[in-house]
């Protein structure tokens, strides 16, 4: 059933590979290190669309599985596999890559922007197809150091400011998880016989001491949480946003924070079960206030990127809560979220950035009546936004709803008080929305420039998914499902948690057409 | 002639020091044809040390072959072990000396002031190491060391023009005299109560039956005192005061020596007294080690924050490396643990990343050997964007960022530190080494995202060049094979009692 040809490593090394290249040509062929910036990109954007086609719906394990032995006397192997959980996460980041490549123009040094890019789509991919710890690590880490050049290279005043506090916020995290990561090895050795850093080996063969189990959730739930971000450890994450440039903003949205979330789902319920279980109360709360917080942190904002990066907060926050409320809908939704925000703010992100190319000014109260001079621009915008904050008939909704409707069922108040956050998330977007684009153009507005053929086109890709998963989500649905559901009943069997008895709520494709 | 017959030396097998002798050899040829033939050619002097380097190295190599089978012996009487530890140690130190004679020639053709005399002091200094590493007796091991300390002193204070040299040599001779004093005052009192100043001897003694207890202070203190001295060595925070001022103040090729040969003839001394000498009294020193290497990591990352000098940000992060290590002296201080292993692997990769950076700052220090603010670097990325790369990946594998070396010398540190339910130690080793990483970041922004202050040329010595490629590609491939490094150090043992 496995192709021979090793997709996933070639996923990882391509970029790899076109990065290298881009740095040895000299800087005076800059049109041939775009192409080839752009020819990698889409190639490897090609295959994870070729991964998604073949893969096998209805198979609940990892697919296209490749290991080698790599530091043998550490029982690390090079050990790369995709479910229905990273699939999409992987298409997402095949996709958004080329689009950042193509649609945004750095202005300055591009071969260094270019190479930075690709190395950085590379660790992302790894992270999201690792299945060996050290692995993991590795590339949850690497991604720190191209996305730190990128945002001090090539971001705005409080650059240096804002890519410092990203990487040293984010590797205080990922200390806790590296002794966090030997000790499930060491631990686990005792169980397996020999030490590895293979997940799937540790988590279907080994069992923690309670105690133990729970104090290795927490060293890797710290680096999540700082990565997701959870409030409060969420402070780095406005900076980085606003400072990075439009293409850093787009990744560090769209891909960068799903790694927190991912890890969560791959590395928190499946390694440690009975933990995840003890910590859900706390991680729904966080996840809660983060939900109310960031959506009241963001009507607050002056400024318009950095309101959207305050709606990542809240987002997010939905996300940890399905994680959390461990149930197979609520599972489903959160990683079929992760996909919608990466898609929905990702291009938020992006028209922010084409505000900001033609006024120079993210200032809310600088901007105004936008809509009568630029119609076009103004309307993909009202797209995306209603996407963003969860429409019926986009995918923001089916997502959310999902989430929603599979907390209740074990998570009753927070869902409650989190489905308040929908409301929230309608008032800071819409009233933004108001004040940017509504009303009478000023002066300095009124030469607004209408969206260019290359920025049209970008945003109909977005558009086009947004459109496609909202009203159709079912074939995205059928291949996370079964994974899901095996997670689901691996914590069960692994911990003392029960499924909620309430009974399984279908969602037909149908269904959200039915709620509009 | 009657006291001839009678006293009979311990038999002599040469063939055991083919190292030292060939240092001692390369000395003897600098000093005295040096003196006798007035000019020789370019870097004359420097392949004179390399050489006789090299001819230690192969032998070194020899002996770690021909020890597949056995962890090696003992010889005059017992006072030098040969084993895979010592070999390992002195290939590690015979490297260094290589790069660091390497740096010494663009120095010195710099400085216009090429001459035998330093190169046969890094060799007396690399003597000194040698003995060190080997030693199994502790009046040997001072000897070592006071080689090692005295051809140090003189280097460091080696550039007369400079104020700041003659500073760091006379401020690292009275210091490092406290700390010799220290020594031999922990080896007199270990002589004291135990009766022996060889370390198996001492691990006899103390594992046999033989009641200890009336002296156990004395050996306490002695034991205490031996940690000083070699703590001072090391820059083991709180004995580290010495170890900016002198990385300052020494001119950068020496600078890079110290940092690297003197910490890893000291680490192994320290090692091989602990774990072979001490190991019974392991309860006693572990605490100690641990409370040293907390404070180390933290001295070392916190005070970095604030420098401006990278040459001092360079010795304040020695010192957070010395702490690294120092966890895994902890780690090996319980039952089966492989942190004598681990601190080896640091030791040596550590070395290449302390050569290659030093190399990097040498080259931009410019003729007086003094530009080495921080301000002096800014925007290399525009001026000389090859070698600001090269100083990346060292700075990001001095952090501990994966795929390079500086990650695996790291993870490896803390695993045995986990193995041996060092829980808090490994968290605040990692948590340090965060804080750590401000100081590489500092630097890495002033060279890629700001503008340069200067625009004069660069010019890179091709002996600077190749210390620089040397270990950034050394750092690269331990960084993505790591196998390849952990299969040699693991190897690490000492000879039989």
Redesign the interface.
């Known amino acids: 059933m496995h192709a021979s040809f090793p997709i996933l490593s070639a996923l990882i090394l391509l970029p790899i590979i076109g990065a290298v290249l881009i740095t040895v040509i000299s800087n005076k062929h800059l049109e041939i290190v775009k192409l080839i910036a752009m020819l990698f990109s889409i190639g490897v954007g090609g295959m994870s669309i070729w991964l998604l086609a073949s893969f096998h719906s209805h198979d609940s394990g990892f697919q296209f599985v490749s290991q080698h032995d790599?530091?043998?006397?550490?029982g690390i192997s090079w050990h790369l596999g995709v479910d229905g959980i990273s699939l999409f996460l992987v298409v997402l980041t095949g996709i958004l890559f080329p689009l950042v490549i193509l649609g945004v123009d750095p202005h300055h040094d591009h071969k260094r922007y270019l190479a930075w890019l690709l190395l950085l789509e590379a660790g992302v991919m790894g992270s999201f197809l690792s299945l060996d710890l050290?692995l993991f690590?590795?590339?949850f880490?690497?991604v720190?150091?191209p996305m730190?050049?990128l945002i001090?290279?090539w971001g705005y005043d409080k650059?240096?400011y804002a890519a410092?506090k990203f990487?040293?916020y984010t590797?205080?995290g990922s200390?806790?998880m590296?002794?966090g990561i030997?000790?499930t090895a060491?631990l686990a050795r005792r169980d397996i016989g020999y030490l590895t850093f293979d997940l799937v080996t540790i988590a279907e063969q080994a069992s923690f001491a309670t105690n133990t189990g729970r104090w290795l959730f927490v060293s890797f739930a710290i680096a999540f949480a700082v990565k997701v971000p959870i409030f409060p450890l969420h402070t780095w994450l406005p900076d980085a946003h606003t400072q990075a440039p439009t293409g850093g903003s787009v990744i560090l949205a769209g891909v960068l924070l799903k790694m927190g979330t991912y890890g969560f789902l791959r590395f928190g319920l499946y390694l440690f079960p009975a933990a995840a279980v003890w910590a859900k109360p706390v991680l729904l709360t966080l996840a809660v206030i983060g939900i109310i917080y960031g959506a009241i942190a963001a009507t607050m904002q002056t400024d318009l990127k950095r309101l959207v990066a305050y709606s990542s907060v809240a987002h997010l926050g939905f996300i940890v809560l399905g994680i959390f409320a461990i149930t197979s809908q609520s599972l489903t939704g959160s990683v079929m979220q992760m996909v919608n925000h990466g898609i929905s703010t990702g291009a938020l992100f992006f028209l922010v950035g084409m505000i900001y190319e033609r006024r120079h000014t993210r200032q809310i109260a600088e901007l105004r009546g936008i809509q009568s001079v630029a119609p076009i621009f103004s309307a993909a915008f009202m797209i995306v936004m209603l996407s963003s904050i969860g429409v019926p008939g986009l995918n923001g909704f089916a997502g959310e709803f999902l989430i929603l409707i599979g907390s209740f069922q074990s998570a009753r108040w927070w869902t409650i008080v989190a489905a308040t956050g929908v409301i929230l998330a309608a008032l800071y977007l819409l009233w933004a929305y108001q004040r940017v684009f509504h009303g009478e153009p000023d002066e300095a507005n009124s030469t607004f420039a209408e969206m260019t053929l290359r920025e049209g086109a970008l945003i109909m890709v977005f558009i086009g998914l947004i459109g496609f998963t909202g009203v159709y989500p079912k074939p995205m649905l059928e291949r996370i499902e079964p994974s899901v559901d095996k997670l689901v009943e691996h914590v069960v069997t692994h911990s003392d948690y029960k499924t909620p008895t309430i009974p399984n709520i279908v969602v037909e494709p149908h269904g959200e057409k039915a709620g509009e | 002639m009657v006291f001839a017959a009678t006293l009979e030396g311990p038999s002599i097998p040469w063939v055991e020091l083919i190292p030292i002798l060939s240092l001692l050899a390369g000395t003897c040829f600098l000093l005295l044809v040096g003196s006798l033939v007035p000019t020789w050619p370019r870097r004359g002097y420097a392949w004179v040390a390399g050489i006789s380097t090299t001819v230690a190295i192969v032998a070194n190599a020899v002996k770690w072959n021909n020890l597949r089978y056995d962890n090696g012996e003992t010889f005059f009487a017992d006072v030098i072990a040969i084993d895979r530890f010592s070999v390992l140690a002195s290939i590690t130190i015979c490297l260094a000396v290589i790069l660091g004679a390497l740096m010494m020639s663009a120095y010195l053709l710099r400085m216009n002031a090429d001459g035998p005399e330093l190169y046969a002091l890094l060799l007396t200094s690399a003597i000194g190491a040698l003995v060190m590493v080997a030693a199994n007796e502790l009046i040997v091991l001072f000897l070592g060391l006071e080689i090692l300390s005295l051809s140090l002193y003189l280097l460091a204070a080696s550039n007369r023009d400079r104020e700041q040299s003659q500073e760091s040599g006379l401020k690292y001779f009275i210091l490092g005299g406290f700390s010799s004093a220290f020594f031999l005052y922990g080896v007199a009192l270990i002589f004291g109560s135990t009766g022996s100043t060889k370390i198996s001897g001492i691990g006899q003694v103390l594992s046999g039956n033989i009641s200890v207890t009336n002296t156990d202070a004395m050996l306490l203190v002695g034991i205490g005192m031996l940690l000083v001295g070699l703590g001072f060595k090391v820059s083991a925070a709180p004995f580290h005061v010495w170890t900016p001022d002198v990385y300052e103040g020494a001119p950068t090729p020496v600078t890079a020596f110290m940092a690297s040969v003197g910490k890893v003839a000291a680490f192994a001394a320290l090692i091989r007294i602990l774990a072979v000498g001490l190991e019974q009294r392991v309860d006693d020193w572990r605490p100690v080690v641990w409370a040293l290497a907390i404070l180390t990591v933290f001295t070392g990352s916190i005070l970095a924050v604030v420098q401006t000098n990278v040459k001092r940000m360079l010795a304040y992060s020695s010192i957070s490396h010395a702490g690294f290590i120092l966890v895994g002296v902890e780690a090996a201080g319980h039952a089966g643990s492989d942190g004598i292993a681990t601190s080896m692997n640091y030791l040596a990769i550590y070395t290449v990343l302390v050569m290659g950076s030093f190399a990097i700052v040498l080259a931009l220090s410019g003729n007086t050997d003094g530009e080495t603010n921080l301000s002096d670097f800014k925007g290399l990325a525009k001026r000389r964007p090859a070698l600001a790369l090269a100083f990346t990946v060292l700075l990001f594998a001095q952090a501990g960022v994966p795929l390079t070396a500086g990650f695996v010398s790291k993870f490896a540190i803390i695993k045995s530190s986990v193995e041996a339910n060092s829980y808090v130690l490994a968290i605040a080793a990692m948590v340090a080494a965060v804080i750590g990483a401000y100081l590489y970041l500092r630097i890495a922004v002033s060279m890629w995202l700001e503008e340069p202050e200067s625009d004069s040329e660069i010019l890179v010595d091709p002996a600077v060049a190749i210390v620089i490629v040397v270990s950034v590609v050394a750092t690269l491939i331990v960084g993505f094979f790591p196998e390849l490094l952990l299969h040699a150090t693991r190897l690490a043992r000492f000879a039989p009692l």
Do not use: N
């Open positions: 790599w530091v043998t006397s550490w050290f690590f590795i590339f880490e690497i720190l150091v730190y050049f001090g290279g650059r240096v410092t990487f040293l590797m205080l200390a806790f590296l002794v030997i000790a060491v």
